[in-house]
């Protein structure tokens, strides 16, 4: 019989963190297909629904001394407690009970996003012992402040999401930067959300169509093939590991 090779301590480690990220990222991408209510893009009536379907027996199954900190994780994103049950596969009643003991605790949202997509207040009854949380609908929001000018509100947001940008790429050129890289690999899923979500910034702008001058326009697809190729490096670069 032969014997099984056993991993080296820093193999040992780079598994443990590997499989620490995907889970992260995994948990992550549910928060993000619930609160952009994917399910009901896909066709699907229900956040239930689509669980079932998409995922069935392959959902996440989690280890009891876990379950609090990932089920409050998913609530202070904003998921009821239905949405959390059929995300994780846990009852309702585990899931409340995951959350009372957070409320205990004193760290619970006051508000979560129902599977209607509409926001509701949680309500707690503490003359009720392990009392489960109620979702009920939220009072009405006070009328809304005038909205910023959209060109001035998306210049703002343009020159800060500039500036944070800028921060991280100055922290790569840290002395200390090269011994601490694998401590910056648990903020990749975000990273990679941050670039998602620029990259559908740029493809609403059209553009394509704007009225730029000739300079501007060879500018933009210059940079733009510069950002595809180096990302597509490191993704081909990824691909060869596996």
């Given amino acids: 019989m032969n014997e099984i090779a056993l991993p080296t301590q820093e193999e040992a480690r780079a598994l443990t963190d590997r499989i620490k990220i995907a889970v992260e990222g995994t948990w992550q ?5 619930y609160t952009s209510r994917t399910w009901a893009v896909l066709g699907y009536d229900t956040w239930d629904a ?10 996440l199954r989690l280890p009891r001394e876990e379950r609090q900190e990932v089920v409050a994780s998913l609530r202070d994103s904003g998921l009821s407690v239905r949405a959390i049950a059929s995300a994780t596969g846990l009852s309702r009643g585990s899931v409340s009970n995951s959350l009372t003991e957070v409320s205990n605790s004193g760290h619970l949202p006051s508000k979560v996003t129902g599977t209607d997509g509409k926001t509701y207040t949680v309500i707690r009854e503490p003359e009720i012992v392990d009392a489960e949380l109620v979702d ?34 100055r922290l790569t050129e840290d002395d200390r930067f090269a011994r601490n890289r694998e401590n910056t690999h648990h903020q990749v899923p975000e990273l990679l959300g941050a670039l998602e979500h620029t990259t559908r910034l740029v493809t609403a702008m059209n553009l394509p169509a704007a009225e730029a001058s000739e300079e501007a326009r060879r500018w933009w697809a210059t940079s733009l093939h510069k950002i595809s190729d180096a990302l597509t490096d490191v993704a081909n670069s990824l691909e060869k590991e596996l």
């Fill in 50 to 59: 689509y669980c079932t379907a998409e995922f069935g027996e392959t959902r």
């Fill in 29 to 33: 991408l549910i928060r993000e297909a």
């Fill in 136 to 169: 009920e609908p939220a009072r009405p929001e006070p009328p809304k402040q005038k909205r910023r000018p959209l060109p001035e509100a998306f210049t703002d947001a343009g020159r800060d999401l500039t500036r944070a940008a800028e921060r991280l790429a």
